[in-house]
């Protein structure tokens, strides 16, 4: 059965504090929430300046290497 309820947000927190291992999921998970703020940037308005945080950034960077916290 596939888990439907998976917090994004949550995965990506914790690879970045190292209380979980930077993994596929981690990635994946950062590339969902990724292509969402995308989404949400084309609509404009108040979103059009919505920024993924440094740290985020940091992590995306890392996800052509092998990364283990």
């Known amino acids: 059965m596939m888990q439907t309820d998976v917090d994004h947000c949550?995965?990506?927190?914790?690879s970045i504090a190292c209380r979980r291992t930077t993994d596929?999921?981690?990635?994946a998970s950062l590339t969902i929430l990724t292509e969402r703020l995308e989404r949400l940037k084309r609509m404009g308005g108040p979103f059009a300046d919505i920024n993924l945080?440094?740290?985020v950034k940091k992590l995306a960077r890392k996800n052509r290497h092998a990364v283990v916290c």
């Open 10 to 14: 949550q995965i990506v927190a914790d």
């Open 24 to 27: 596929e999921q981690t990635f």
């Open 53 to 55: 945080s440094p740290e």
